[in-house]
């Protein structure tokens, strides 16, 4: 089955502590991108990546880092969380640009205390 | 975001009735024009989109109308069911820029 998969799907974590939530995708889709979503303001583009070792910032990448080692793999990783990345975030994948059906993970609701 | 203005952010309709929702956006280079539907603590999921060199496009009981010229969008949803209801997002982009709408709550009422 054709799916975007992340993990955790729920953590709760402590300011400052360093965490790193998967995702991964099996439809052998170039563009991956992160987004999080906050009540009002709809989904907000963190990194994306054009293809292995390519990523590029999106709208919000302060306080994140991506890695795109494998065509399959793109983690998130919060080196010192903050309160104020308590959000939902999504995985999303798409085949050839984003300009093409994004396919979305099942989400990931962090809270950083 | 900033690049795509949704309206409205709550919509409620009765059962059988049409919903629109519309989305203006800035960038001209702008090519493609998804929405997308998120049930409630589900993933969105697209359920139409429309690519600049069209006009409009439907899909059953869902359209979309692209104006170019005016950088607005709209989607039409006719014959409302309570399954209806959930958060619609509109988004525009092109081939490395991709922006999302605030969002609509669309309740249905039976």
């Known amino acids: 089955e054709a799916q975007v998969t992340q993990n955790p799907r729920y953590l709760i974590t402590v300011t400052g502590k360093k965490l790193t939530v998967t995702c991964s995708q099996n439809m052998n889709h170039e563009y991956m991108s992160w987004y999080r979503q906050d009540p009002g303001l709809g989904l907000r583009q963190i990194y994306y990546s054009m293809n292995v070792e390519v990523t590029d910032k999106g709208d919000v990448p302060e306080g994140y880092k991506v890695s795109r080692k494998e065509k399959r793999n793109f983690p998130l990783i919060l080196e010192s969380p903050s309160p104020n990345q308590t959000s939902l975030y999504f995985c999303?994948?798409?085949?050839?640009?984003?300009?093409?059906?994004?396919?979305f993970g099942q989400g990931t609701r962090l809270t950083v205390v | 975001g900033e690049n795509v203005e949704q309206h409205p952010s709550t919509l409620s309709v009765q059962e059988g009735d049409s919903a629109v929702i519309k989305c203006t956006y800035s960038?001209?280079?702008?090519?493609?024009f998804p929405w997308y539907k998120q049930e409630l603590g589900k993933r969105p999921q697209l359920i139409i989109d429309i690519r600049s060199n069209v006009g409009e496009k439907k899909d059953q009981r869902i359209a979309v109308t692209l104006n170019k010229t005016a950088k607005h969008f709209s989607l039409h949803i006719t014959e409302t069911q309570p399954e209806d209801s959930a958060v619609y997002f509109c988004a525009e982009g092109n081939f490395n820029k991709f922006y999302f709408g605030s969002g609509t709550k669309l309740n249905v009422k039976p």
């Open positions: 960038d001209s280079a702008s090519n493609y």
């Open positions: 999303a994948s798409s085949s050839q640009g984003l300009n093409t059906e994004a396919f």
